[in-house]
């Protein structure tokens, strides 16, 4: 196994809206809509999957149709799911996505179902098992229980820092690569400048820290260095999924053993890729076709 | 064959929402989520169906996963879909309905597929088969020719105005029976007063004109009579489809011969418990339940 991850799977339902919603009025109409599996890290395993890498998914699915669906996505992408828990008699996760046309500002509305995860033995051998233990802070004790595991059994910690939330203290000691989005560096630690943040948090332990900045590309700082990559401009339909899709990508760079900036140029390439498509996973490229993006003449690749 | 409609079908997919959606923001919760099948012909086919009337479908649905759903729904419930139209390649009607928690206020977002429906003898043999001839004024070229059929072959024809469209002027001659929602006469008739604009409507054609008013039930215009009908109170889930039930109850009770106040005692019944649970059909009772309901002590049926 490359990459074992543990975390987030929803439902997404996703509508382009022309504006914001209003209550009581004419029915607003949709430009399109797609349905698809959402999630950090279950979005970042079918990224890492469509590239060629083998996963394998820890969490909890209902016992309904959005379960079943979410299952069979996974095993059409080729992730594997022997430690997948199915909750009897409970319902997935889900979300509604609205994506303002043109801005492509995003309203997302989840109906959280409770499936809790209490990780056993099968579990640690499972995570043994791969090079990789992908997070996204979901499960919180079961992700910081599987950390311990990976950090005891020689398996790199990576997580996908969305956002503050209890317990990342605990957590991000154990942590080997720390890619978070945007918001996240200044709110956790209190510094505005993102490569001050950046570095506060190559304190507290990760080897690497990737900061993912939207339209702007990312930053990635290891040890002294900070190296700032620009994000390719492609027409964007849709930005969900782009995160995870970068966490995925950068994952596969590095287990190919690429440098820094290369695998961040990868990643840059296929969450741009992901943003031309409705949903969170329907614009996840194959290797061929990052490798065709990369190589298109005239693409900025500095 | 009772009821023959012809018209609308969508899927819906609701969820509860604490408040109006914002962009770029934190995710909200929804505090519910169903899937449904809507659309104001076809729900009030099933509530019609779910009573014990004997039902058939005209209209046209997408070769998907939604049009799937939406065919195995009315199968459960018994509707006959000798004359549904599934359209090779093409996408089903979906809408997203946001229901505000505590107020019932709603924000509806559809996507609109294609769909044209042509009759053609078949359908003039199904039509003609029926008592009554429902219509929304969807696929209103083929609506209005199955009018001039229902009316030759001596088919009541009974018809919800929900807005003002196109070719009404050519359509409502054609109606026996006319079930308009709260804005429809006044924006229709010019007259602010609904019994002013219910009798304009009366001289339009229709022998019969009730007017839905939401929470205060409804008003019945039959030659010189008024009948207002006060609504039924019910906790309130989610109104979707509260008109629509309406509509398949009030030709539940026309079928059985039963006078105007009676059929609009049982339409409210029948919308109001269609309102204490999400989604246009998950709370439509059988006649049973309408019985119980009908029956509590200390339900004012005056």
């Given at each position: 196994?490359d990459?074992v991850g543990l975390?987030y ?8 809206v022309?504006g ?5 009025v004419?029915t607003m ?6 349905k ?14 469509r590239?060629g890498?083998?996963t394998?998914y820890i969490?909890v699915?209902g016992e309904?149709e959005?379960?079943a ?5 996974f095993e ?7 430690r997948?828990r199915?909750?009897a008699?409970?319902r ?6 609205l994506v ?7 309203s997302i509305l989840?109906y959280?179902?409770a499936g809790?995860?209490?990780l056993d033995e099968?579990d640690?051998t499972?995570?043994s098992s791969a090079r990789?233990?992908h997070?996204d802070?979901?499960?919180?004790s079961a992700a910081?229980?599987?950390?311990r595991?990976?950090?005891a ?7 996908d820092?969305?956002r503050?939330r209890p317990?990342?203290d605990e957590?991000l000691?154990?942590?080997?690569v720390?890619i978070?989005?945007e ?8 510094q505005?400048?993102?490569v ?8 507290l332990?990760?080897e ?5 900045l939207g339209?702007?590309?990312c ?8 190296i700032?990559?620009?994000a ?5 339909v ?5 995160g995870d899709?970068?966490h995925?990508a950068?994952l ?5 053993g ?6 961040a140029?990868f ?6 890729i992901n943003?031309t498509r409705?949903?969170g ?5 194959t290797l ?15």
């Amino acid at each position: 196994m490359d990459v074992v991850g543990l975390g987030y799977c929803s439902l997404d339902y996703l509508g382009i809206v022309p504006g914001r919603p209003e209550f009581d009025v004419e029915t607003m109409s949709l430009s399109d809509f797609a349905k698809s599996g959402g999630g950090p890290v279950s979005t970042a395993l079918v990224a890492l999957a469509r590239l060629g890498a083998r996963t394998g998914y820890i969490g909890v699915l209902g016992e309904d149709e959005g379960g079943a669906f979410l299952r069979e996505e996974f095993e059409r992408e080729g992730v594997d799911l022997g430690r997948l828990r199915v909750q009897a008699g409970a319902r997935s996760q889900i979300c509604m996505v609205l994506v303002e046309a043109g801005t492509g500002r995003r309203s997302i509305l989840c109906y959280r179902a409770a499936g809790e995860l209490v990780l056993d033995e099968a579990d640690r051998t499972y995570i043994s098992s791969a090079r990789y233990l992908h997070l996204d802070g979901h499960h919180m004790s079961a992700a910081i229980t599987a950390a311990r595991w990976a950090r005891a059994d020689g398996v790199k910690v990576s997580f996908d820092a969305n956002r503050p939330r209890p317990r990342l203290d605990e957590l991000l000691p154990l942590v080997d690569v720390l890619i978070a989005s945007e918001r996240f560096p200044p709110a956790y630690t209190g510094q505005r400048d993102q490569v001050r943040a950046g570095r506060s948090l190559l304190e507290l332990g990760p080897e690497t820290v990737v900061i993912t900045l939207g339209a702007e590309g990312c930053l990635c700082l290891w040890g002294d260095q900070v190296i700032p990559v620009p994000a390719f401009q492609v027409d964007v339909v849709d930005t969900t999924g782009a995160g995870d899709a970068f966490h995925g990508a950068f994952l596969y760079g590095l287990l190919q053993g690429w440098e820094l900036k290369r695998t961040a140029i990868f990643a840059n390439a296929v969450a741009a890729i992901n943003c031309t498509r409705l949903g969170g996973r329907a614009g996840l490229p194959t290797l061929a076709e990052v490798e065709a993006f990369l190589s298109e003449p005239g693409l900025d690749k500095s």
